[in-house]
C-alpha cells in the first residue's frame, strides 16, 4: 500500500495573470479552491509549497498546511522537491501528488485517480489526460497532448508528449492534464537528471524522464479541468464554480 503526500506549488511571478493564485473566485483566493479540491480527494496530507507570505496566510486561514520555499526556484517541480524535504524528510511518503496550483475547478476524483497506475511497479510516473473533442485544442501549441497505447481500460503508457497534433492518422486525440503522482524514488532519480534535447525542444519537462527510460502511464478521465492562465478563464472558472454552488 502506497502512502501519498500532495503537494501543491504556488507562486505570484505569473505574467499573464499577476497574482493568481489569490485570484478572487466565490469569495475565495484560486490557491483555496485548489487546496479545497485536493483535500476533498481523500489520499493524504495536502501542503501548499509557496515562496510568498500571502499565499501562505490564504491556506492557512481556512486550516491548510503551507511551507515556505526558495524563491529562485526554476520549475514547479523543484519547488515541489524542496516542500518534499521540509515537509518528510524521514521518507515515511513513498508517493508525491503534484498538484497544479491554477486548477481550481479540478474534480477530487481525478486527483485519486492519478495515483492508480503506481499499483503496477512498472511505472515510475503516473499522470492524467482527457480526449480532445475540439478541432482547435488538436492543432493550438498551447495544448499539450500525450502520444501512448493503451496497457488497460482507460489508461495509457506515455511514449511522448507534444504542442503538436498528434499522432497522425484516424483515432482518438489526448490533451494531457499536468498533473502527476511520483514514486519518491522516481522523483528524486528525475531531479538528478540533467534537461534533454526533446524537453528543450518542446519545453515539456516530462520528457526529461521518458528520454531517461522512465514510465509515464496516464489515466484517460472524463472531466478535463480548466487551467486558469489568463483574465477570460479567470471568469470562465468563476462562472463554473458558481454553477457547481447552485447545484
Given at each position: 500500500?502506497?502512502?501519498?503526500?500532495?503537494?501543491?506549488?504556488?507562486?505570484?511571478?505569473?505574467?499573464?495573470?499577476?497574482?493568481?493564485?489569490?485570484?478572487?473566485?466565490?469569495?475565495?483566493?484560486?490557491?483555496?479552491?485548489?487546496?479545497?479540491?485536493?483535500?476533498?480527494?481523500?489520499?493524504?496530507p495536502?501542503?501548499?509549497?509557496?515562496?510568498t507570505?500571502?499565499i501562505?496566510?490564504?491556506?492557512?486561514a481556512?486550516?491548510?498546511?503551507?511551507?515556505?520555499?526558495?524563491?529562485?526556484?526554476?520549475s514547479?517541480?523543484?519547488?515541489?522537491?524542496?516542500?518534499?524535504e521540509?515537509?518528510?524528510p524521514?521518507g515515511?511518503?513513498?508517493?508525491?501528488?503534484?498538484?497544479?496550483?491554477?486548477?481550481?475547478?479540478?474534480?477530487?476524483?481525478?486527483?485519486?485517480a492519478?495515483?492508480?497506475p503506481?499499483?503496477?511497479?512498472?511505472?515510475?510516473i503516473a499522470?492524467?489526460c482527457?480526449?480532445?473533442?475540439?478541432?482547435?485544442?488538436?492543432?493550438?501549441?498551447?495544448?499539450?497532448?500525450?502520444?501512448?497505447h493503451?496497457?488497460?481500460?482507460?489508461?495509457?503508457?506515455?511514449?511522448?508528449?507534444?504542442?503538436?497534433r498528434?499522432?497522425?492518422g484516424?483515432?482518438?486525440?489526448?490533451?494531457?492534464?499536468?498533473?502527476?503522482?511520483?514514486?519518491?524514488?522516481?522523483?528524486?532519480?528525475?531531479?538528478?537528471?540533467?534537461?534533454?534535447?526533446?524537453?528543450?525542444?518542446?519545453k515539456?519537462?516530462?520528457?526529461?524522464a521518458?528520454?531517461a527510460?522512465?514510465?509515464?502511464?496516464?489515466?484517460?478521465?472524463?472531466?478535463?479541468?480548466?487551467?486558469?492562465?489568463?483574465?477570460?478563464?479567470?471568469?470562465?472558472?468563476?462562472?463554473?464554480?458558481?454553477?457547481?454552488?447552485?447545484?
Amino acid at each position: 500500500m502506497s502512502d501519498p503526500l500532495v503537494l501543491i506549488p504556488a507562486r505570484l511571478a505569473a505574467t499573464r495573470l499577476p497574482n493568481k493564485p489569490l485570484a478572487d473566485i466565490a469569495g475565495e483566493p484560486m490557491i483555496v479552491h485548489v487546496w479545497r479540491r485536493a483535500v476533498e480527494a481523500g489520499i493524504g496530507p495536502v501542503v501548499v509549497a509557496t515562496d510568498t507570505d500571502a499565499i501562505a496566510r490564504a491556506i492557512e486561514a481556512v486550516g491548510g498546511v503551507a511551507v515556505m520555499t526558495r524563491a529562485d526556484h526554476p520549475s514547479g517541480s523543484d519547488r515541489l522537491a524542496e516542500a518534499l524535504e521540509i515537509v518528510d524528510p524521514e521518507g515515511r511518503h513513498d508517493v508525491v501528488v503534484n498538484v497544479q496550483g491554477d486548477l481550481p475547478t479540478i474534480h477530487p476524483g481525478i486527483i485519486g485517480a492519478a495515483v492508480t497506475p503506481l499499483a503496477d511497479r512498472a511505472v515510475d510516473i503516473a499522470t492524467l489526460c482527457a480526449e480532445i473533442t475540439r478541432d482547435a485544442e488538436a492543432a493550438d501549441p498551447n495544448v499539450v497532448k500525450l502520444v501512448g497505447h493503451p496497457v488497460g481500460p482507460n489508461r495509457l503508457r506515455a511514449l511522448y508528449f507534444t504542442r503538436a497534433r498528434a499522432p497522425w492518422g484516424e483515432g482518438p486525440l489526448f490533451h494531457h492534464i499536468g498533473l502527476y503522482a511520483y514514486r519518491r524514488t522516481a522523483l528524486t532519480r528525475f531531479m538528478a537528471l540533467p534537461p534533454g534535447a526533446l524537453e528543450t525542444r518542446e519545453k515539456l519537462e516530462q520528457l526529461r524522464a521518458l528520454e531517461a527510460g522512465m514510465r509515464i502511464d496516464a489515466i484517460v478521465v472524463d472531466d478535463l479541468p480548466l487551467g486558469v492562465d489568463t483574465p477570460a478563464d479567470l471568469e470562465r472558472a468563476r462562472a463554473v464554480l458558481a454553477a457547481r454552488r447552485l447545484n
